[in-house]
């Protein structure tokens, strides 16, 4: 069984930033295909960058490119989302998730294990 668990989140305003951080238990993540994903209240949840094992290779949805970071340190057993110029519309519940990258756009079907989310809120 795969623990989650973000931390980083908060309140900030408008073109200010804040890292995500999502501690994975075990060993887990050296293994893991690992995705942000986010919910505002009243939208479905879509998924904001996902990073593979291996290659690293990334994924950003567009609404997020040039300004959000994913990353991964495996050896902390970590995964991070850098956000930057952050605007009130990225005010959201974010999640991390670990899974397979069977798409090159991550689908929430393909992410088995999930943590508690963490909220930021941009005014």
């Known amino acids: 069984h795969v623990q989650l668990v973000e931390s980083g989140g908060g309140s900030v305003q408008a073109g200010g930033s804040l890292r995500l951080s999502c501690a994975a238990s075990?060993?887990?993540?050296?293994?893991?295909?690992m995705a942000w994903f986010r919910q505002a209240p009243g939208k479905e949840r879509g998924v904001v960058a996902r990073?593979?094992?291996?290659?690293?290779?990334?994924y950003y949805a567009d609404s997020v490119k040039g300004r959000f970071t994913i990353s991964r340190d495996n050896a902390k057993n970590t995964v991070y989302l850098q956000m930057n110029s952050l605007s009130p519309e990225d005010t959201a519940m974010y999640y991390c998730?670990?899974?397979?990258?069977?798409?090159?756009?991550?689908?929430?079907?393909?992410?088995?294990?999930w943590g508690q989310g963490t909220q930021v809120t941009v005014s």
């Open positions: 990073i593979s094992t291996g290659i690293y290779s990334t």
């Open positions: 998730a670990a899974g397979l990258c069977r798409t090159y756009v991550p689908a929430d079907r393909d992410f088995p294990f």
């Open positions: 075990g060993d887990t993540l050296r293994s893991s295909c």
